[in-house]
Structure formats: structure tokens, C-alpha cells
């Protein structure tokens, strides 16, 4: 499996981004969300599963998906394609000095930014990469297979169900352009992105844990966390049968 490599940062930006990231997100959103922002980020110091999923494109039966008026999608394979405005608000969302060189290393190596839109306003995004992964993935990826990351939906716009319907438009292309599966992970705390992905035609591969050393991945498997989790949607699809 490829990876297309990271950008790596020198000692001194090693040390002063993650106070820079702060100060620019607390300026931007404010004490609330800034505080709301950095509870995500000791839950993530604390839970470093991930959720894997994955299909089987050409039998996932998404030959087409028809989106609602007035959402419309957008794939961008260069920054060249990309209009200014939707370029700094992906930027602006986070941190803008590590999100611009993040999109433009991405767009370098080969991956395809999905832009999905309400009207003309930019509602979230999703990435894809074909045959390779930035960083080392928790499954061997054949040349023909795609990797689905980084999706978002901006604030504003969640409790639509814009993303599964994103991942399902992605998935409709691959099918179209004969790609043979597709993997996605989500953290294991993220439940809203879980239950998201829920409403897709992925199935879920398992739970793991993963370091990396010298550019080569070290994975971990819980298979009981798999089946504590296929136990769960057993029980809460029941539950919902007995309701109907």
C-alpha cells in the first residue's frame, strides 16, 4: 500500500503551532466554543480507537443519488479549481497556516476534495484518495481501492444529513468509475459522524488502534469491540422493528 507522505514540521513549529491554533480558533468562535474545542481534544488524547468501515463499490447498489433542491456537488482536484471564498472558509474553520499547506500537500499527492453546496453557500466537504493514503492506513489499500477522510459539515448546516448524503454521491462515482472498495474510519467517541455513516452502504470492518514508525503502521484489532457494536445496531434495529 502507498502512502503519499506527510509534511513535516520544524522543532520550533513542532512546538508553537498548538498555541497558535488556539489563539486563532479562540479569536474566531470564542471562549465557548474554544472550551467545547479543547474537551474534544483531551477526549481525544484519552481515546485513540478508531471505527473502521468499508464496502464493496461495484455491489453497493449506488448507481445514482439524487440530492434535494438546492443542494449540488463539486469535486476539486487542484487549488487552481478551487474559488477563493470556499478556499479561506475550509481554511478559516480550524487553523488557516496548517489547513492551507494540509489542502495543498493533499491536492499535490493526488486527492480530490468534494464540495457540497445548499444553493451557493458551502455546507461541507469531504476527501478521497485513490490506491494511497496520506498517512499509513489500518488496511492495505489495492491501487484500485479508495479511501474516504476528512469529511465536515460546517455548523450551520449539520441536522440535515448532508453527510451521508455526501458519502453516498461519492460512492455513486467510484461505482461509475469501476473503483473496487472503499474504507472510512471515524473516532470511536465521534457518535454523531457513527451514526451518520449509519445511513451509508458502509459496514462496519472493526475497531482498532494504530501508531506509526518510520512511515509504517503498527494496527491493533479489538475484535470485541466489533461485536459489542454489531450487538448494538442488532438491538437498536429491533427496537425500531418493534416500534413500526
Known amino acids: 500500500m502507498k502512502t503519499a507522505g506527510v509534511v513535516n514540521a520544524s522543532p520550533a513549529v513542532a512546538i508553537f503551532e498548538p498555541v497558535t491554533r488556539v489563539v486563532d480558533f479562540l479569536k474566531r468562535h470564542g471562549f465557548r466554543a474554544t472550551i467545547l474545542r ?17 464496502v464493496d463499490v461495484q455491489q453497493s447498489e449506488v448507481s445514482s443519488v439524487s440530492l434535494p433542491q438546492p443542494l449540488t456537488v463539486q469535486r476539486k482536484t487542484s487549488p487552481a479549481e478551487m474559488r477563493s471564498d470556499d478556499w479561506e472558509k475550509i481554511a478559516n474553520f480550524w487553523n ?8 495543498i500537500d493533499r491536492f499535490h499527492h493526488g486527492a480530490s476534495l468534494w464540495l457540497i453546496r445548499s ?8 476527501w478521497t484518495m485513490t490506491g494511497q493514503t496520506i498517512e499509513p492506513h489500518y488496511h492495505p489499500l ?23 448524503l455526501l458519502v453516498d454521491y461519492i460512492l455513486a462515482q467510484m461505482v461509475q468509475e469501476g473503483r473496487i472498495r472503499a474504507f472510512i474510519e471515524v473516532r470511536e467517541w465521534n457518535k454523531p459522524q457513527l451514526r451518520s ?10 475497531v482498532a488502534r494504530k501508531k506509526s514508525f518510520f512511515g509504517q503502521a503498527f494496527v491493533v484489532w479489538i475484535p470485541e469491540e466489533r461485536a459489542r457494536m454489531v450487538d448494538q445496531a442488532q438491538n437498536q434495529s429491533n427496537r425500531a422493528g418493534r416500534k413500526n
Open 119 to 126: 444553493a451557493d453557500q458551502l455546507a461541507g466537504y469531504g
Open 96 to 103: 488557516p497556516p496548517t489547513t492551507r499547506r494540509n489542502m
Open 197 to 206: 455513516l449509519g445511513k451509508t452502504k458502509f459496514q462496519l470492518l472493526g
Open 142 to 164: 489495492g491501487s484500485n481501492d479508495v479511501h474516504l477522510f476528512d469529511f465536515l459539515v460546517f455548523p450551520e448546516f449539520r441536522g440535515r444529513s448532508l453527510n451521508p
Open 38 to 54: 479543547f474537551w474534544v481534544f483531551v477526549r481525544r488524547i484519552f481515546s485513540n480507537r478508531m471505527v473502521l468501515f468499508y
